[in-house]
């Protein structure tokens, strides 16, 4: 059965829908090695933002700094892993932005308190969200930023070709086609191979889809930039510097960021300043004051706060003194892969993955719940610039059952443990995260 056969409640098979997509279904199938799938439709072209759109994109911007100071919160809070951390607020919130367009009634309320926001908003903004990210940057090589959304259906189930279309047109989603019952092989590598292509090679996991597997949103983003024009390497300090982590001191040469405009900002528990990128993103440090630890700083209220600084006291007007502060921080990479179903649970989503709760009907009929999420993020922060690609997987399942896979359930001197913030240039939260050793 094609996936956009009629189903009841359904007009029109989507192929045939003037989305300014792709024309007669194009198929898209991939060689054995890398999986088999079928492309149903690509999202619009991504445009830049009028003025008068980013002005509307205020309130959804809002809800998104609360949801990731939330989320970011919540996911360190349960993370088990002893390296460093870090995760991105924006993939999820565009992963359960789709999610929510795929459900109804209390599965979506939920969705979207999570959230913070309203399904008017989401609907009508999440598409220049994405503008505002993916045509932030023009193609000079030097750096990049790509956004990516997309639907995986299974081929043998039913699917309503008006909440298809929403993710297509809305929500900026490519939608695929796959085998996920009879040829769940390749199916699962045709993801795999869609993520790897579109995260630089950064991001290859076996998502391990099982054969229950009737729908995939998956929300990935990639992110390059040099700190200058040119993409030369910052300088070292010449000097060692003591840096303090959670187990053990040590001597370190730090990078020497460029000075911006403005002071350190001073929380009650913590210092924070920034350092900025050729293109604009700031990567803020925020250190523990004396008696405290990057885990305990690390929270949503403060992560909210360090994202909500503007103004850096910059200009002393009385004393009549401009400051300029240049941070000193080290080289680190952070990584985070694994299961982020509980930290979904802890923001107060639920019905979405009870088999017998879950509200899936603008998407498919029968049972649909969700399987476990999962989320896999990596930054690498050098002389050279920043790295850093991340994907998170809402993966829709029928009737439970068992499957083939095992689930195992002023020189600003950043000389310590630290949390950091990684936005765009509007405070759009990219990645977050906790450096407790080099």
């Given at each position: 059965m094609h996936p956009f056969t009629k189903s009841k409640g359904a007009k029109r098979a989507v192929g045939a829908v003037a989305l300014c997509l792709v024309a007669a279904l194009c198929s898209a199938n991939l060689s054995a090695c890398a999986g088999k799938s079928t492309k149903l439709a690509a999202p619009p072209a991504a445009v830049r933002l009028s003025y008068e759109e980013e002005a509307g994109l205020k309130e959804l911007r809002t809800s998104l700094d609360a949801f990731s100071a939330e989320f970011s919160a919540q996911a360190f809070g349960l993370d088990e892993g002893e390296g460093n951390f870090t995760v991105s607020p924006v993939t999820a919130y565009m992963a359960l932005s789709m999610a929510a367009a795929c459900t109804a009634g209390e599965t979506r309320e939920e969705i979207l308190s999570a959230l913070q926001t309203t399904y008017a908003n989401l609907e009508a903004q999440s598409g220049a969200l994405y503008r505002s990210l993916a045509a932030r940057i023009e193609g000079n090589g030097m750096g990049q930023l790509r956004p990516v959304n997309s639907i995986w259906l299974d081929e043998s189930v039913s699917f309503r070709e008006e909440c298809?279309?929403?993710?297509?047109?809305?929500f900026y989603a490519y939608v695929y086609a796959a085998d996920f019952a009879h040829d769940n092989k390749n199916a699962n590598l045709a993801v795999r191979k869609f993520v790897k292509d579109r995260t630089k090679g950064l991001i290859d996991s076996d998502l391990r889809l099982p054969k229950e597997t009737i729908f995939t949103l998956v929300s990935s983003l990639y992110l390059k930039d040099t700190w200058n024009l040119f993409g030369n390497d910052l300088p070292f300090t010449a000097e060692q510097y003591t840096f303090a982590g959670t187990d053990e001191t040590f001597s370190t040469r730090l990078l020497?960021?460029?000075?911006?405009h403005g002071r350190a900002y001073e929380g009650e528990d913590f210092v924070h300043f920034f350092t900025e990128t050729y293109h604009g993103f700031r990567l803020k440090f925020f250190l523990p004051?004396?008696?405290h630890t990057a885990a305990e700083i690390f929270t949503a209220e403060n992560i909210a706060e360090v994202n909500a600084v503007r103004d850096y006291g910059a200009d002393d007007?009385?004393?009549?003194?401009r400051y300029y502060t240049r941070c000193l921080f080290p080289e680190f990479t952070a990584a985070f892969d694994g299961q982020i179903?509980?930290?979904?649970?802890?923001?107060?989503?639920?019905?979405m993955f009870d088999p017998l709760l879950s509200d899936f009907s603008p998407l498919a009929e029968g049972p649909v719940f969700c399987n476990e999420p999962t989320h896999a993020a990596k930054l690498k922060v050098t002389k050279k610039g920043i790295e850093g690609a991340a994907?998170?997987?809402?993966?829709?399942a029928g009737a439970p059952g068992p499957d083939e896979y095992e689930e195992v359930y002023q020189d600003f001197v950043v000389d310590r443990e630290f949390g950091f913030l990684l936005t765009d240039f509007d405070g759009v939260p990219l990645f977050s995260g906790v450096v407790k050793k080099l």
């Open positions: 298809v279309e929403t993710l297509a047109q809305r020497q960021g460029y000075y911006e004051k004396e008696g007007d009385e004393q009549r003194i179903g509980e930290t979904l649970r802890a923001l107060g989503i639920q019905k994907v998170f997987v809402i993966p829709g």
